[in-house]
């Protein structure tokens, strides 16, 4: 069987599930490098931290890639003459001048249900916006963001309780699975794609920091679907009196407003019990019940209860 030389391009640990397939299909493919994002300093004392994808290069014997704009790295991909392209979740825009290095095919890995969700944050928008399910789709890169035709899709549902965290770990698996059992069968045209349908196009972009923060005039439901879509990163925030606060998690209740709540200005704290911090919203309440003061430790809600805050108090209001 002819051997196609591959080049991969990603950076955070969801990709490493694209490159552990890729090195099971050795009879089919030679993986001649990974493209990834530059080495960054995190923390406090400004550790260097490598990509998950270049870890795993280094760990592999592959030569690993890291320009500060793909486009710098134009002659050394030329040079390798790559029969294809595989990207998941790279993390910069590839000029159409790369995708053409590829002799045969671009592939992309894209964690939702196309034309649903494209951009760069599909997998937390899944859970922000209310999507019952989700899934990986195997598509043709080209110069629109995650428009061209689609190779093969699988769906998984989103469950009541999920998480960006949780949904992104069973993504990732599916992802790696996905691109062990189809993708030789795209290179050699055996799979073949299909347009996408543009008029059901929707968008997921990256979360900003005006995104993360908790609007409490949404309805219950809107506000406990952007806490877990933001859960365990960035994590969804709110400020009360003028303190910023993480809230990592928290529960609807079913319990209907009374008469002396329902005037009062959603995000007020009701109630610091031992279940957690009940918070008076639209349509009913939220109980908070792990968050993080600014500076501080993650804590259970009802920690509040036993050792009362300044501002976690009856009567405060998140805003």
Known sequence: MQKYKVIFMGTP???????????????????????????????????????????????????????????????????LQP???????YGQFIPERILKLATINCIN???????????????????????????????????????????????IPITAEETASSLHDRLMVLAGTMVE?????????????????????TFAYNITRDEEKINWFLPKQKIYDHIRGLYAWPIAYTTVDNVIYKIHQAVMTTEPLTEKDADLVNGTII?????????????????????????????????????????IIPGNIFI
Do not use: W
């Open 13 to 79: 640990v969801f990709a490493t599930a694209v490159l552990t397939a890729l090195t099971k299909l050795t009879s089919a493919i030679d993986l001649i490098g990974i493209v990834t994002q530059p080495d960054r300093k995190i923390g406090r004392h400004q550790t260097i931290q490598f990509s998950p994808a270049k870890e795993f290069g280094l760990a592999h014997h592959i030569p690993v890639f890291q320009p500060e704009k793909i486009n710098d790295l134009y002659s050394e991909l030329e040079a």
């Open 83 to 89: 029969d294809v392209i595989v990207t998941c979740a």
């Open 109 to 155: 890995v894209h964690a939702s249900l196309l034309p649903k969700l494209r951009g760069g944050a599909p997998i937390h928008k899944a859970i922000i916006y209310g999507e019952q399910e989700t899934g990986i789709t195997l598509m043709k890169m080209i110069k629109k963001m995650d428009a061209g035709e689609m190779y093969v899709q699988e769906t």
């Open 181 to 201: 059992k189809y993708l030789v069968d795209i290179i050699t045209g055996k799979c073949l794609g299909t347009p996408q349908d543009e008029s059901q196009a």
């Open 271 to 311: 109630a610091v019990l031992k279940t957690g911090v009940k918070v008076k919203v639209a349509d009913g309440y939220l109980m908070i019940t792990r968050l993080q003061r600014e500076g501080k430790k993650v804590t259970e809600a009802k920690n509040y209860y036993h050792n009362p805050s300044p501002e």
